[in-house]
């Protein structure tokens, strides 16, 4: 399809009831998945997120970073070890993966942004105090895998009221400078809470939670926290998406306006959910 | 054509550039011609405008209001006389003109604003002292057709830095009261010169400047000052169009950075000039 | 008399203790009447008005024009006809009320607020959504006649602090940008409680709530909201004096710290209800 | 005479184009002579203070305190010795004199300007860094008479912009602690040198500068800089005459936009040279 | 000994933590007794201050001058009776101790900070209002002692913004201007209340509360307000020090967060105080 | 040495002046060398700078980490080549420079900061556009080896302002994102002429330059920018110092107040620097 200039016209001019209705909203994004290795997807969420800071939004990036620490592991002869879908992270590995998703993603999404027109600033939770965490798991097995125990949101604050994106790390630490590794589905879902964020974003590389995980037909648009229990038990809400939903009811029960689970894989799939009236994968809400 | 949310999508993301080129910027509107008369068209330029507002330009409107003023001078039974194009103004007819101007049709297009989603404040020239006038016509024969002598911007940096947008009635006032009937094309080229504007855009009945008025292919894309003069003797500038380019060049030689007369028929004319690259109509450029 | 400038400046110190008392105080002043049609009265009105600003208080003027507009209704042809004392408004002729309203009236009170020495800014209710209004008979027999359903004071506040002085013209909108016409009155006391205004001053012409309203002498200075139901069952309060003392009533209930109804005939009547020790008219509390 | 409310206010009216133009502008008052031990003029003085600063002006008072300190001086059993219309001060009478400015002179006028409803600080030079001084006469034979070596005005600003009227004793210090005894005349114009003041006026107990000191009625009412030789070598600026139009002088060549040498006998004398056209007094002017 | 730098470096940082602790803190001083007269002392106390000020604190100094008055008194051949440790104040009296405190004391204390590199105004309770008093016996045997009614805090809050140390003298002033003279310590203590001081600090001449008085062991290091009483009881408050454990408990009750009595004649005894982990003298706590 | 709290104060009192002369002034700091590897040394410096934080000053700080790169790039099997000192680094090494520097070292400061009591943020010259950047040597052969092209100083100004530490790691962008090395003392001489900062400070592991480098007792205090010439062309200045003394000779031309090649394994060196009258190592100045 080729637009004309005047259809082009017609079509920004849609956007201002959305524009309208978040403007001076915060929305937290959790970025990661395919939408972070695929070039292409990666430039559109790129604009995505600056077209909403211009448009009088304050997005807030928090991002993951999986397949590049692996990678790295690997390069170092380092074996990993996951225990219910969590890194076992020892010392070394610890070191690894805080280098690797301060030093080298947060700055690549840092690059992007700006490339894009944007301003960013690329920080770990261990900047200003952000994220003071814990071991997820008491019993150590896990290492350094950490849980968020306080999020202190004046940095992110700071950043947002003097023009500039913040793009987070999660990386956690303890009172003893001890870094943390922590899930940053739930950390994008703690910062939402403490930001008091109108809408928080999770892109997943599926289409939402569905029925049927066969049948992308089955997609279900609106999830309410009273179903959550039901759908658990059916199964529907099971592996992967357990952790997902459970991120949104954290956020919703804690303040957070909205949460989506949307589908990264889709080109600009965070513009599609805040300009378009249907939205797109599914929304958790408070009832 | 209807566009698929993913390609409106990359019609938002595609006006990412012009966005970040004008935020912050003021844009000076003239607001007159078909642009006015007609419902839809009407409709669209509203939009244009809260549409720039929210992704951080500072539009600045300035309208006239011709059909309505005649027909209501019709309907009092009043007659009207023209001389060089400009209306002799009687004090009764002043009276007319200002009810007219700002009782009716600077209220409509607030009333417009506000319902496109947009913040609006109708103002008129005597408001916060803002155009300061006198007679264009010392002989007096044109009666209260007024010039501008000064103007006061104060008034209008308020209005645009508390989130609002300016509407204002081309109507003067001089030290002893007395109203003023200022052609708008004018009173819109000393504000923008008195704001410090960015763009000034003429709303206009015609395609922009031909070299040929009967065919519509042989618009002059760029004119510059330099080559005013010259056009002028060759007749290529010439009636309406006359005052239109002398408005423009006052403007861009009195530091507006670009001056555009565009065609207001043209729906959403003003984010064809603002967000593509092309643009549309005769831009006025100081060289 | 001729005062010395000793006296003057007597005179002026007296003042202070009032200049002190009203410091930053909001005031809201319903003009109309003959300290409207009166000229010599008229530019008491505007000085008096200035100096409130420039002593420290805020004053905001909503102003009627019943006059003006049957005159420009009757030039045009256009009977009227009144209902319990309201005038019956049909489509065309609330385009002429709001015409004459905005356009003429509203501008020549800015100009003459201008001339002197004040700033001011001319608005109507529809200016930055400030009233929103709806028919005031269901029925639909008044045509546009309004009344306000909500105030959003948020542009007079911007307009305060700016250092200009508020002109309001009665008109209101629906959500239709269909235009009503309020009762100046009934605008002015809703104004005065969306904007937790310290005093309302009613302009009429009359000497304030009379007793015997043949008898000037029979003056009631101080009227306690407890005692009007008694006062209109006994006919005191009674004719145009009723929807006058309700406006007053719904204010200081409302929370406006005090209402006054005085007697615009009487040159520097604003003053000298604010200024001296006795005041002038009636005055309603909250009792 | 006895004037009625409305001359009351047709009086404050009057006042109105005076009130706009010294509406924000500083006014530094020497206050001194009969107006300071004369209870019914002090009170006026204090008055016309507190007027001025509700008005929008920003009053700054330079005391002195000749007789109180010399009072105090003979209570002590301490003689006083002039060389030049300067009171020799060694180290214990300038105790005294800084006692008595300070800690009595200066606190009364702050009492009198609070009760008069306004509200001040009284500081002297050592303040902030108000003043810093040297002695005038090298050679040591008048002790601790002090000259202005440079003032600090920034307490001055910090005062003003909170609201408070500055109240300031002629007390500088130099480097080394060391207090010194500046006339009031001298620091009032230093004090209106830095701070910018448009307005210098010197409460005296003359009528102003007369050609014939015996005749009131030979008063010079406008004094040229460039006059002021002339006049010296003729003798008609003499006596205690000289130091004051020095002061002057100094005053408007130093940036100061009018000074006044006013006769502070007069009940309301600062308010009759600024509210009246013909004001009062010799004005000098940097002509 | 003669620290190295590398030693004194090593303090400096050693400062840190009560640095960050009182960093935007206000701290209430009352100054007086030893501290005061002896010239070494006096120079730390400045000392003390000015560099809490450069640190982060808000030092609030209240002071007395008892023997300083005395000595006034006595060139003045005025006698002095107490009676229950209060100064009996008559008119004169009062006129030579308000002269003393804020002319002679106060901007001594005014002239150390500035030597010492602070910025400091020196105010007396009537300047801006500060302190409302009236008689503390109102059998009038006292004459003009007085106690505090009420403390407006406005003007310590903008001298403080500011970046000045304000320097109060404890003179108050009735609804007719009378002053007032006010012990220090009380005085202290209502400002201390009125600013929600963090600290007050009151420098006197013993090493704090001595279980034996003979016994500089004996030091009690905690007091809680609910052993006030039995200590009172059995006579180890006793004396001077019942009026500054009574300002103290008024204080820590009042919301004072901690209240010190401590030794003033130890050189940078506040510094002591705040700087080390065991402090000095007695603290007060509400406890 | 055991000081007593008496002399800790004093010590205290003893570093006003300087703390004086620093306030609200910015200080660059490069960190490299053996503060950064040994331990006891780093935390001596997390302490100084977070001391000078509260006592008023900006420090900014800027770091290098070639320990911790050569470590990785050995743990990765990847070879190091020097050319003229610089590290030639091809597109897998910078890779890895980048994440070491920003993902390692400069959160390890930052978390240093912050266990010290500071507030930092830890950014890179790529976050808000901080270091644009290209090649130093344009033959290629040095690869991504960077050389400052300009910077854009608003981040660390907002970071500043909000009560942060910048941390800066010394990583350039250019137009196409592509990442670029910088040796930290010209990434910090650039910044601190970009922040016209008052000092820039370089950590070194020498003395500071000495005329001959095996004695230490050599030390050049001062070092003139017009003696630099001389003493390179007499090979007093050669080797490392050549590249830390053009550092020096860029800033102090640039604007910066003074710059101080000092020795970074004194404890403490940096107050040493700034809290001493002789200050330690070599100063270069501007004459």
Known sequence: MVASPMEKAEILVEALPYIKEFYGKKVVIKYGGAAMTDCELKDKVMQDIVLMKYVGMHPIVVHGGGPEISGMLKRLGLGTEFIDGLRVTDAETMEIVEMVLVGKVNKEIVAGIEASGGKAIGISGKDGGLIKAGPIDPSGKLGFVGEVRSVNPQIIETVIENGYIPVIAPIGMDARKQSYNINADLAAAAIAVAVKADKLV???????????????????????????????????????????????VEAVTGGVGRTHIIDGRVPHAILLEIFTNQGIGTMVINE
Chains 1, 2, 3, 4, 5, 6 share one sequence.
């Not at 599926?206 to 037909?217: C, K, N, Q, T």
């Not at 309410?224 to 199964?235: A, L």
């Open 202 to 248: 999770l892109l997943t590389d599926v289409p939402g939670l569905l029925r049927d995980p066969a049948d992308p037909e089955s997609l279900i648009s609106v999830l309410k926290v009273s179903e959550v229990e039901t759908y658990i038990r059916e199964g529907v809400i099971a592996g992967g998406m357990l952790p997902k939903v459970k991120c949104c």
